[in-house]
């Protein structure tokens, strides 16, 4: 036993949305944990420039064009020689009423959600087979488990429960080949997905009441949690969905 097993030391990280939000807050932790970290995204941000250096790299990629997976996965094999660990955690939100969810919207959150991580994942694990381990990490949400209120978000809640499925059948197909595969599950979380709803009253006030904790949690706490599942410290650990919500899913 040994606290060695909760570091990234020379493995190599490819992090989908690691610009901003919780991806930027793993990026730092994981950088931190001595891993080597690409970082991808639509948008370079000043605190992914930051990090940007001799351990750490930006690709641009939107996750919904069909050559990004392939491109990233060899931008990152190419800069750092491996690709250990895949954290598929690019996504978008959208809510409102199911009669009324338009095809473009249902496309968008289907896309982002559900065929990026699918693609992705499918690109990364390829040089994970050659190598004979890896990790792939799927940020999921506790909308793929209950209904959310008070705002309705049908196509969200299923693509993440896509991604809670997709997490457990390639644990299942991988589990004999080196590769785990785990879903970390976040409840209301500080970001930019969120700073609408926290900033709407209404909304907030549902949201801190149904969370037993009484407060949202902060992405250096999902950071954690992913962590803990990307290193050698949860080798046991595949199939499984991590939920880290202030207990919002107890009752
Ligand atoms: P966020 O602050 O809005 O960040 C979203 C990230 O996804 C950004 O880095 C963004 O990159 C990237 N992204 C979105 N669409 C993309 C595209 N087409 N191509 C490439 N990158 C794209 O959200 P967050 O709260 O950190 O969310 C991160 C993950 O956690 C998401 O999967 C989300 O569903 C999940 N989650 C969040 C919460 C929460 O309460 N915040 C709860 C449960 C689950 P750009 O800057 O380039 O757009």
Redesign the pocket.
Same mark, same amino acid.
């Given at each position: 036993m040994s606290l060695q097993q909760f570091r990234l030391d020379g493995k190599v990280a490819l992090i989908?949305?690691? @610009?901003? %939000? /919780?991806?930027?807050?793993i990026s730092q932790l994981f950088l931190q944990a001595g891993a080597k970290v690409m970082i991808?995204?639509?948008?370079?941000?000043p605190e992914a420039e930051a990090l940007c250096g001799d351990n750490c790299a930006w690709v641009q990629?939107?996750?919904?064009?069909p050559a990004?997976p392939d491109r990233i996965v060899a931008a990152t094999v190419k800069r750092f020689g491996a690709l250990d660990i895949l954290v598929? @955690?690019? %996504? /978008?939100?959208d809510n409102g009423d199911f009669h009324d969810f338009d095809d473009a919207r249902l496309a968008a959150i289907t896309?982002?959600?559900f065929i990026?991580p699918f693609r992705i994942a499918r690109a990364a694990v390829k040089p994970m087979l050659a190598a004979g381990a890896g990790v792939v990490l799927n940020?999921?949400?506790?909308?793929a488990e209950v209904a959310n209120k008070p705002q309705l978000q049908v196509a969200?809640n299923a693509s993440?429960a896509a991604?809670h499925q997709m997490t457990r059948v390639m644990a299942f197909e991988y589990a004999g080949r080196g590769i785990r595969v785990n879903a970390?599950?976040?409840?209301?979380?500080?970001?930019?997905?969120?700073k609408g709803g926290i900033a709407n009253a209404a909304w907030n006030k549902v949201w801190t009441e149904n969370t037993p904790m009484g407060r949202?949690?902060q992405?250096e706490e999902?950071a954690n949690c992913a962590l803990f599942l990307c290193s050698p410290a949860s080798s046991y650990v595949t199939g499984a969905v991590l939920t880290a919500d202030g207990g919002y899913t107890t009752h």
């Open positions: 989908t949305g690691g @610009n901003r %939000g /919780i991806g930027l807050a991808t995204g639509r948008t370079p941000t990629g939107d996750v919904t064009d990004t598929n @955690n690019a %996504g /978008i939100a896309d982002t959600n990026a940020v999921g949400s506790i909308s969200y993440k991604v970390l599950a976040p409840g209301y979380v500080v970001s930019d997905m969120t949202f949690g992405p999902m």
